[in-house]
Each structure stands twice: as structure tokens, then as C-alpha cells.
């Protein structure tokens, strides 16, 4: 437990506080360590005795007797104002009774909660009362009365030592083997933050006795338990990463800086003296790779990715836009480590005209995170409309590097083509005589000049889908013949991505790497599909990493 809950509640203990609220689902955690607090003299003057109450066993005496007639609410607070020495009275769940701001409770439990407050803060002796209850939810008459406590999730080291005393228990065992170094034991932990106690315990015996085998490859069980959490919060959405770096065509300059940053929110990175990373901003050409990027890099990292849906933050009720932003910060921050992915971004902040200003009051509570936020949350932004984007946005200290992706080189459509072509024809009853060599990857490269990635993509699929209808294999006539029919982006949108190069030339660091614009040719230099248009090359500072 943090050293800071312990000194925050000594301090309010010692202060006189009549009323304390912890919002926790962690019962026994929150009873154990205030209990610790509250006994110990030498963080409080006078040591307190430690009732508890719940509405099945009534109010528990500190020797463990539970006194009569005291299940009801309103009966076991008149028991408490009775109660005549040091003591620190520890209520389970007690919000039904006193309801909150949005639902009205039992108007005798709440007078009586008042009357304890003024009662405990006027008495000779010490005493306090603690509700605990997995929300937080206070009545209008007592928010004067009440003092809320931050009860922090577990901590590293105590995630650590439900993992090393798992694994203690079961080393022993025979059926199960333990292939966890001392990092893998790290990742681990870290996988967990965000997770209750009884949450990771679950998660590491469940990834125990998944195959018999507890490796690396078993911390997609920690994720999955994160993703309830997730889930539960209705703002983020846990994203499947089944694509590798790998997966992605070119963009090697952006893929190097990335592979650089790996576990750089491990120990060994901080005892370095390197923080965590920030995040990325991704701008560029639509259908280029940035959205596969997000995906890519969780999946490299081992990381789970959390997408933000900016239209549900400003869903619901009137009002609700600003905490909506920080339920969504803090699900993020619980899970961490973890990759935020905030996709088209420019249009999840664009300017909402007669919205009172509650766009700007969020989008600035959005950077203020960004800017200060200490838990390894990265972030991966995208946006395709570079005039859209908030000028606050691009300011350094949001992101650590802004970088421009532009329609692949002749290098990276060949690699495009290479992993389309490859995942597709797996099945030599697909394949046929086709054989994705260089000479066919090199033709295509050409022939595709001008093209994006899922430009591609979607040749790849429409020549699948013309050999399908024949019920033959996949030829390379079908591919040259799927491209042919296709018009791609940079023709249609020919002065749109010219604008975008010019805007990135001075502002964001090219995604290609040097060697590709040099070997495999700038897009539209001469060397593919006849009639191409004219392009200027890759806009971006040419930046090696």
C-alpha cells in the first residue's frame, strides 16, 4: 500500500474527521489498512478500536461479537453515536440507505448520518465513520459532512507478491511448470496494474493452468481480464491486435523509432533514467497504414490497446461530456501499461458550435492529461485532415514525435504487395502457379504507382473475388486487371494531397525511411502506372532513427 493513503487517513484521523468515504470494491484491502492505520500509534495520537457493519451481520465489535438488533441502517447508527470510547466505525455498502444527488435515500438514515457528523466532530473521544462502497454516491444534505479518501488499486509490489506467492505454491507441484524469469515476472506485474488483488490472483491462476505452463506468451490472460474492466467502463473499447509490425508495408523510419521505445516502461528503462514514452502523432495520406500502425504496435509491445471513441464521450446526458473524459482517462490509467488509440482525432475535437463550450472544456482536460500524465499510457493518434488539427495538439510536450506518412515508395508497395499476397495464398488451391517471387512483386510495385496501401489491399481482394467466380486459381493477369479498374486517391484527390505534403514538409518527420525514397523511387517519379500524376515526393523532414 502507498505510503500516502496511510498518511492522508492518519492525517484525518488525528484532525477529527466525523465522516470518511472510501469508493472501493476492495473490502478487506480498505478494512486492512485502515485497521493497520487506526491501531498504530505512531501514526495517530490516540489508537482507535475498529467496529464494522454490514447490513448481513450488523454492527461486529472489535473482539469480533456482532451486537443485536443492529442490521437495519438507521438501528446501527444509533448504536454507533453510543459508542463511548476510540473508535473508528468501518460501514460496508451502507449507499442504498442514504442514496445520492441523483437518487433520493432513507430521509431517517441521512438525518441520523448528520447527526453523527456533528456528533463525532463536538465529542470528547475520537471517533470516525468510514463508508465503504464500490461507488460513490453522496446525498446533497451530507456533502458538507463527508470527506472523500483516495483508496489507490494495488501497487506494483503488491501485485508482485500475490505473483511470487502464486508461483511459490505451485513450483512445487509437478503439473505445472514456471518459465518466468525475473523481467518476465516484471511484465507481469505491470500487465496487472489496474486489476484489484482478487482480479490478478484470478488472472495469473487462470494463465497457470491455461496450458500447464506459465511464460510470456500467457500474459493475453491478464489483458483478457483488463478487458472486463474496460468494457464495464462504456467509453473505451478493447481493440483484438492480431497484426505484428511486421504486417505493416514499409514505414520503416516510423517502425525503427517505435522498436527503439520497446519496454521502455519496464524498471530497467527508468533506473536508466528514461521516462515512458508519450505517444505519437500519425498524419499523412488516408489508407497508408497509420489505424494498422496502432494495432501493430500493441501487438509488438504486448501491450492491450484501448481505442477512444470521442463521439461517446460527448454522448448522453447534458453535462456529462467532462466526466465522461475523465472516466475514460482513468480506465486508461488503471489499465496502463497500455496503447490509447484516439483514431481521426481532428474530428473527435473539431469545433461543435452551441455546445456552451463543453467541446473546449474537454478537449482542454484531454491536453492537460497529456501533458502532465505520469502512468505509461501511450498514445497513437491519427487524423487525416492536418487543417482541422488544434494548434494546442501539435505544441511539443503532447507528443514526442509527429510523423507524416505519404503514398508508399516503389520499395514499400513491393512489400505491400509481398504481405497481402502472402496471407492470401496460403491455400496452393488459391496460389496455383503464381508465385510471389520478385520479379512479380517488382511489376506490381510498378504498376501500382500512385497507390495506397489499402488501395492494394483491395486489388489483392477484387482479383481474389474475379478467380473465385471462375473457381480457379489466383493469376497475376487478375491483379494487373483489378488495377486497371481502380482509380486511385492520389488522382481523384490529386490537390488535397499535394496541400498535405506541403504541410508536413516543415512540421512532421517522414514515416519512410531514406533508404527507400532513394532506392524505390518517390511516389509519382516516372516509374509505374502510365498517366500517373505528377508528385512532389514525400512530404516530411527526412529524419533517420
Not at 13 to 42: G, H, M, N, W
Not at 357 to 365: C, E, L, N, Q, Y
Not at 421 to 439: C, M, W
Not at 502 to 513: E, G, I, L, N, Q
Request: net charge negative; proline share 6%; glycine share 8%.
Amino acid at each position: 500500500m502507498a505510503v500516502a493513503f496511510r498518511d492522508a487517513l492518519a492525517q484525518l484521523l488525528k484532525a477529527r474527521f466525523p465522516v470518511l468515504y472510501i469508493e472501493s470494491f476492495e473490502e478487506q484491502r480498505v478494512i486492512a489498512e485502515v485497521s493497520a492505520v487506526a491501531r498504530d500509534a505512531t501514526l495517530v495520537r490516540t489508537p482507535r478500536a475498529v467496529w464494522t457493519w454490514s447490513v448481513t451481520t450488523g454492527l461486529v465489535q472489535p473482539d469480533g461479537t456482532a451486537r443485536k438488533g443492529t442490521t437495519e441502517p438507521a438501528d446501527a447508527l444509533d448504536a454507533a453515536l453510543r459508542i463511548d470510547e476510540p473508535s473508528l466505525l468501518v460501514f460496508k455498502d451502507l449507499h442504498p440507505a442514504h442514496g445520492g444527488a441523483d437518487r433520493p435515500g432513507n430521509a431517517g438514515v441521512v438525518r441520523r448520518l448528520r447527526d453523527l457528523a456533528a456528533a463525532f466532530k463536538a465529542g470528547p473521544v475520537p471517533r470516525t465513520l468510514l463508508l465503504v462502497s464500490p461507488v460513490l454516491q453522496i446525498p446533497p444534505e451530507l456533502e458538507k459532512d463527508v470527506t472523500i479518501v483516495d483508496f489507490p488499486l494495488p501497487t506494483e509490489a503488491e501485485i508482485r507478491q500475490v505473483l511470487d506467492a502464486i508461483i511459490a505454491a505451485n513450483s512445487g507441484s509437478g503439473r505445472i511448470r514456471m518459465a518466468l524469469d525475473d523481467l518476465g515476472r516484471e511484465r507481469f506485474a505491470k500487465a496487472a496494474l489496474g486489476l484489484t488483488l482478487h482480479e490478478a490472483e484470478n488472472a495469473f491462476a487462470r494463465a497457470m493452468v491455461n496450458d500447464g505452463v506459465l511464460d510470456a506468451h500467457d500474459l493475453s490472460v491478464v489483458h483478457e481480464e483488463k478487458r472486463q474492466t474496460v468494457r464495464k467502463s462504456g467509453l473505451l473499447e478493447f481493440v483484438d491486435a492480431a497484426v505484428d509490425l511486421a504486417d505493416v508495408g514499409g514505414l520503416e523510419n516510423l517502425k525503427r523509432w517505435l522498436a527503439k521505445r520497446d519496454g521502455s516502461w519496464l524498471a530497467e528503462a527508468a533506473a536508466y533514467g528514461l521516462p515512458a514514452p508519450r505517444g505519437v502523432l500519425i498524419t499523412g495520406v488516408p489508407g497508408c497504414g497509420k489505424s494498422l500502425t496502432a494495432k501493430a504496435v500493441s501487438a509488438a509491445w504486448g501491450l492491450p490497446l484501448l481505442r477512444l471513441d470521442v463521439g461517446r464521450v460527448f454522448a448522453g446526458l447534458v453535462g456529462s461530456s467532462e466526466q465522461n473524459m475523465r472516466t475514460a482517462i482513468r480506465t486508461a490509467e488503471a489499465t496502463a501499461p497500455c496503447v490509447l488509440w484516439v483514431d481521426e482525432i481532428e474530428k473527435g475535437f473539431a469545433d461543435r458550435s452551441g455546445d456552451s463550450g463543453t467541446s473546449a472544456r474537454v478537449f482542454g482536460s484531454f491536453l492537460t492529461w497529456m501533458q502532465e500524465k505520469t502512468r505509461p499510457v501511450f498514445v497513437i493518434a491519427t487524423a487525416n485532415d492536418f487543417e482541422r488539427l488544434p494548434p494546442e495538439l501539435l505544441r511539443k510536450g503532447r507528443f514526442d514525435e509527429i510523423f507524416f506518412v505519404d503514398l508508399p515508395t516503389r520499395v514499400e508497395r513491393a512489400s505491400i504487395w509481398r504481405v497481402h499476397l502472402t496471407r492470401r495464398l496460403r491455400n496452393p488451391a488459391v496460389a496455383g502457379d503464381l508465385a510471389v517471387d520478385d520479379a512479380l512483386l517488382t511489376e506490381l510495385a510498378a504498376f501500382s504507382e500512385g497507390y495506397s496501401g489499402a488501395e492494394i489491399e483491395q486489388a489483392v481482394v477484387a482479383a481474389l473475388f474475379d478467380a473465385y467466380a471462375e473457381r480457379r486459381p489466383l493469376r497475376r493477369d487478375d491483379l494487373v486487371r483489378a488495377l486497371a479498374a481502380m482509380v486511385p486517391l492520389s488522382v481523384t484527390q490529386a490537390e488535397r494531397i499535394d496541400a498535405i505534403r506541403s504541410w508536413a514538409d516543415t512540421r512532421a518527420v517522414a514515416a519512410t525511411a531514406a533508404e527507400d525514397w532513394d532506392l524505390g523511387g518517390r511516389p509519382g517519379a516516372g516509374d509505374g502506372r502510365p498517366g500517373a500524376p505528377p508528385q512532389r515526393g514525400h512530404g516530411g523532414r527526412a529524419v533517420e532513427f
